[in-house]
């Protein structure tokens, strides 16, 4: 199984769409007007439509599950502030970095945060992940098959 050094740094970027809102609303039954109702979120603290805090922080799943650690991952524990809205059309950035790896047990703590295409920092924080030793042996492996050699 790969392991990763602290310091390690993953990232994913992705575009916000209005659909995510009613994607995460569909898995969620999540229907609060500040997500659609453009004369409520204007005159809320937002200023407009925001989209849930769900769907910003749901792009660290994606890092977390296939980039760092990696396959197999899953998180035990998330300290996640929402420091600024994220509004449908943003490109939004997810960032990982280990910050401590357990020798013990496959276990990483990771720094996490995630920017809009201003730099705003939207959501700042740290999880603590464990990563399944079979789901890690057998990814690890194929990866390592199709990448080519240095």
Do not use: C
């Not at 569909?26 to 229907?31: A, H, L, Q, V």
Request: negative net charge; aromatic residues 4%.
């Amino acid at each position: 199984m790969r392991t990763h050094e602290i310091g390690t740094t993953a990232r994913r970027t992705r575009r916000v769409e209005a659909r995510d809102i009613e994607l995460f609303t569909e898995i969620t039954g999540d229907r609060n007007p500040v997500h659609y109702d453009e004369e409520l979120a204007r005159a809320s603290r937002f200023g407009g439509i925001v989209v849930q805090g769900g769907v910003t922080s749901g792009l660290l799943n994606a890092v977390v599950a296939e980039d760092l650690p990696g396959p197999g991952s899953v998180f035990l524990e998330t300290s996640w502030r929402f420091l600024a809205p994220v509004r449908p059309g943003d490109v939004i950035t997810a960032e990982a970095t280990v910050t401590a790896v357990r020798d013990d047990k496959p276990i990483t703590t990771l720094a996490t945060r995630i920017t809009n295409q201003d730099g705003v920092v939207v959501l700042d924080g740290s999880a603590v992940v464990w990563r399944d030793p079979a789901v890690a042996e057998a990814t690890d492996a194929v990866r390592e098959q199709s990448d080519p050699p240095a």
